[in-house]
């Protein structure tokens, strides 16, 4: 496995104690350990001159997570999480604990979980106006009036169903513990890869999550008289026309998570985070 010599940590920028771990987190590493660290917001130009010595650290909670996790997906590196969240169910390490996860890093005394994103692409007449990838899920759903959207969709090109519903949830194994699960989703374990579709809110017609298989391919027609858009992961939205076509497929990307539980630390965290941190 190569040894880490550099580092960029991301932190949460609506948080003055994640900037401030960060910091002292950066300072560690180049004067305890010899890595050059630096810290900064997640945007491309930050990250443009890693390499496969590089890690990438994310200080916050899982929406610092899941940017940071893109990221390094993009650029084939490895991402540890440190959690200042209320429930951080993506991230490897509690706040109080860095200094030993420090440790663990450099000695390399970690694993790596590798996980699935998805990929999605907006047409329109057949041109493509948008794509974006995803870790946890891709959305199409109704804007701010509370009417369904109408959603013919289709699996590997055959026809499923036309949804009547708020919208329909494109799932990767690690969105099933967020989104998908509030719409009444399954939870898959995380190495897992599959992809899960469900309907948020049907009206009349399939009410029930269909797991899919990695290879498949899910085309989504809007058809709709008010307004729909597309989100990735909560953090972007593309405005949606009526008769607009999105694609979503698995991605090309695998984002590897640093590791210091137990393999079994998932089932055990299902319970302790979602549910006790939840209440």
Known sequence: MQQFTNARIFYNPHSEAAL??????????TNEYGVLATVGLTTEDFVESVNASTVLIAVGGDGTMLRTARMAAQHHVPVLGVNLGRVG????????????ALEKLISQEFWLEQRLLVHAQHLRDGELLTEAHALNEVVVTRGALARPVHL?????????????ADGVIVSTPTGSTAYALAAGGPILPPQLQ??????????????????????????????????????????????????????????????????????????????????????
């Open 194 to 279: 599959n992809m899960v579709i469900i309907p948020v809110a049907p009206h009349l017609s399939v009410d029930r999550a269909i797991v899919l298989d990695r290879g498949t391919i899910v085309d989504m027609v809007v058809r709709t008289e008010h307004q729909a858009i597309m989100s990735a992961d909560g953090q972007t939205e593309i405005e949606l026309h009526s008769g607009d076509h999105v694609r979503v497929q698995a991605s090309n990307l695998t984002a590897n998570f640093i590791r210091m539980q137990d393999r079994s630390y998932f089932y055990r965290n299902i319970t302790a985070r979602l549910v006790f941190k939840g209440q």
């Open 20 to 29: 401030t771990l960060s910091k002292q987190i950066a300072v560690t590493l």
């Open 152 to 164: 013919e969709t289709l699996i590997d090109g055959s026809p499923l169903t036309t949804y009547v």
């Open 89 to 100: 169910f993506l991230l490897e390490v509690e706040a109080d604990k860095w200094r030993e």
